[in-house]
């Protein structure tokens, strides 16, 4: 939540309703948002310093809902709304055309209740129109109410690892990456020092009235934070194309097969998880879907940082990110064999150096380049200049397809902070 409130200039946050969970299965607790909320409002005027946009805390915490007091389906059905799901109802029929993000952090039964009214209130057609305006991304299954969506919802954009927690779900999901590297998920190739809790104290605690209400780190850092990182305006995050990659991680769209911590056999397909390789911390490459999200690590770690700088300093003595602007269309096409040149120029708020990396993101692409495990099977030359190329493969079996160039961009201030441009380059013979 501490984090989420330092982004609320980049979204309009409609709600921020208390549920239970497996972890809390018969109270919701709003009085732990209002704080944090409050807190926020203290260090609200010294944000605007930064960048403009932010909520006044009043107008937060008037959006603040709770579900029922009890666990999964048990608060599903006729006589089971709550202010929470009428409220997500009321949101989601709004005269506006953009997607509604329901990031659910715990039990998804305020979705669920909001569904089922829908369901039993409105034609078929008004439904698949209410559908339509949801977005959902969830962590992990953290009640039965999640399967239930998806196998009543077949057409529901939806994001999620399946799973519950007492099955071992969450050593599985993409979620972990963010910060599971010893607990949940316990992987190597990450840096586990930015996540712990002395980089916690040091760049977050220790940072004025808000940086306070951020908890001690007894399992793992903020788990439920990738269902909003990918929604952050940086370059890279592309939030209705998850199979693209971003903060958030990647995710493909396909039904999963059973495994033995699913509540029940998948019946569609969802976004779900997909697998990177990246060239880890320790010098190795690492293939999984948890790299999905720690490959960006240091990045979103201090854009997070930096937010938190902005809570209690002046514009002068923070750091901000810079900004790119591309020499050409964000997508071209090209033909096997084809040299494509890429060109760009950054700008930097604070007149920081800039670095930048041309690199080629295989996975988020559907023009197959190389089979080898070579971690950078499409050599970009010139990559750390602000003009780059690279020759299209040929003589392979898959002639077209999409490739897809991310430009990263990290200014010298400090925290150094990174912003992205991502290039699809179309292939066709």
Request: charged share 25%; proline share 6%; no cysteine.
């Amino acid at each position: 939540m501490v984090r989420f409130l330092l982004y609320t200039n980049q979204w309009d946050t409609e709600g921020l309703v208390a549920t239970t969970s497996v972890h809390q299965k018969h109270r919701t607790a709003p009085e732990r948002i209002r704080k944090i909320v409050q807190a926020y409002g203290k260090v609200r005027s010294n944000l605007l310093l930064h960048k403009q946009g932010f909520p006044t805390a009043e107008a937060l915490l008037s959006v603040v809902h709770e579900g029922r007091a009890d666990f999964g389906m048990n608060a599903v059905g006729k006589d089971m709304d709550s202010s929470g799901s009428e409220w997500l109802i009321k949101m989601a029929d709004k005269d506006d055309p953009r997607p509604l993000w329901v990031v659910v952090w715990g039990g998804p039964n305020v979705l669920a209740q909001a569904l089922w009214k829908v369901q039993a209130t409105r034609s078929k057609e008004e439904v698949a129109k209410f559908v339509s305006k949801l977005r959902v991304y969830t962590i992990s299954d953290q009640d039965d109410s999640g399967p239930w969506i998806r196998k009543n919802f077949r057409h529901l954009f939806y994001v999620a690892s399946p799973g519950y927690h007492a099955g071992g779900a969450y050593h599985f999901a993409t979620w972990s990456g963010i910060s599971g590297d010893n607990f949940h998920a316990r992987f190597d190739g990450a840096d586990f020092s930015i996540v712990d809790n002395p980089w916690l104290d040091r760049h977050v605690r220790a940072k004025g009235p808000l940086g306070k209400e951020y908890p001690y780190t007894k399992f793992l850092m903020e788990g439920d934070t990738p269902s909003f990182l990918g929604l952050i305006n940086n370059g890279l995050n592309a939030p209705d194309r998850p199979n693209w990659g971003g903060w958030g991680g990647r995710y493909e769209f396909y039904t999963p097969r059973f495994e033995k911590w699913f509540g029940e056999q998948e019946t569609r397909p969802l976004w779900t998880n997909a697998r990177d390789e990246v060239l880890g911390h320790d010098g190795r490459w690492h293939t999984s879907n948890h790299a999905t999200i720690w490959r960006w690590r240091s990045a979103f770690q201090n854009d997070f940082a930096a937010r938190m700088d902005w809570t209690i300093k002046p514009f002068a003595e923070a750091n901000h990110p810079p900004w790119i602007k591309l020499g050409h269309p964000r997508q071209l096409r090209a033909k096997p064999g084809e040299r494509v040149d890429l060109a760009a120029q950054a700008f930097d708020p604070d007149d920081d150096t800039v670095s930048y990396r041309w690199f080629y993101y295989g996975e988020a692409g559907s023009f197959t380049v190389s089979a080898a495990r070579s971690g950078q099977p499409l050599p970009v030359q010139n990559f750390d200049q602000p003009r780059a190329w690279f020759t299209v493969p040929t003589n392979r079996v898959l002639r077209h397809g999409t490739i897809h160039i991310i430009l990263e961009v990290t200014d010298h201030g400090s925290p150094r902070l990174t912003r992205y441009e991502r290039v699809i380059v179309d292939v066709r013979p």
